[in-house]
Antibody
């Protein structure tokens, strides 16, 4: 059974950084692309970033480009999201999601339970 | 950017009903649409991909159709477990890293 467990969320002040982690199990992590998706009450689901199986291809939503960095450690079966220069607009529940393919082309066939990020002074 | 819209935003229905949700794209996205079910406090669940393919393990009461700019998700014989919010997602231009979700349709009890 595929399991994705996010961690690292919390309350952080504007302008600070936070690193999210996603521990994967139940599938061959090496073979699949991965994504981060966030949900806010007002905006619904928003794709944040994606990475292909071997980390050669990464993509970011315009709203986070230049501030967030996605990475994938196949040896540790883990996905990460380094979030810098956080603003209140980044407040959301962040989900880790597994791509259905190796090249992060979508869709997303397994999701974690999410980790809450709150940006506030 | 490709925009996705959904209608209705709220759909009130009864157990046993057949319900249809429509998703429209702002430009031709071929058949690159997925549908997800989301319940409060739970992770989203993939139901349909490539417009009409049923994800493994998903009830055959769910079906998807469409291509180009208009897509539909139909739930036949609505069950109590089906009351949830449904999102469409386009992944037509994945090579540009563009994945857009619709705003969601909440199916609630009439």
């Amino acid at each position: 059974e595929v399991q994705l467990v996010e961690s690292g969320g919390g309350l952080v002040q504007p302008g600070r950084s936070l690193r999210l982690s996603c521990a994967a199990s139940g599938f061959n992590f090496d073979d699949y692309g991965m994504h981060w998706v966030r949900q806010t009450p007002g905006k619904g689901l928003e794709w944040v970033s994606g990475i292909n199986w071997n980390s050669e291809t990464v993509h970011y939503a315009e709203s986070v480009k230049g501030r967030f960095i996605i990475s994938k450690d196949n040896a540790k079966k883990s996905l990460y999201l380094q979030m810098n220069s956080l603003s209140p607009e980044d407040t959301a529940l962040y989900y880790c999601a597994k791509d259905r393919t190796f090249d992060s082309s979508g869709p997303f066939d397994s999701w974690g339970q999410g980790t809450q990020v709150t940006v506030s002074s | 950017d490709i925009q996705m819209t959904q209608s209705p935003s709220i759909l009130s229905a009864s157990v046993g009903d057949r319900v249809t949700i429509t998703c429209r794209a702002s430009q031709d996205i071929s058949h690159w649409v997925a549908w997800y079910q989301k319940k409060p406090g739970k992770a989203p669940k993939l139901l349909i991909y490539t417009a009409s393919y049923l994800e493994d393990g998903v009830s055959s009461r769910f079906s998807g159709t469409g291509s180009g700019t208009e897509f539909t998700l139909t739930i036949s014989d609505l069950q109590p477990d089906d009351f949830a919010t449904y999102y469409c997602q386009q992944y037509n231009r994945y090579w540009e890293g563009i994945f857009t979700f619709g705003p969601g349709t909440k199916v609630d009890v009439k």
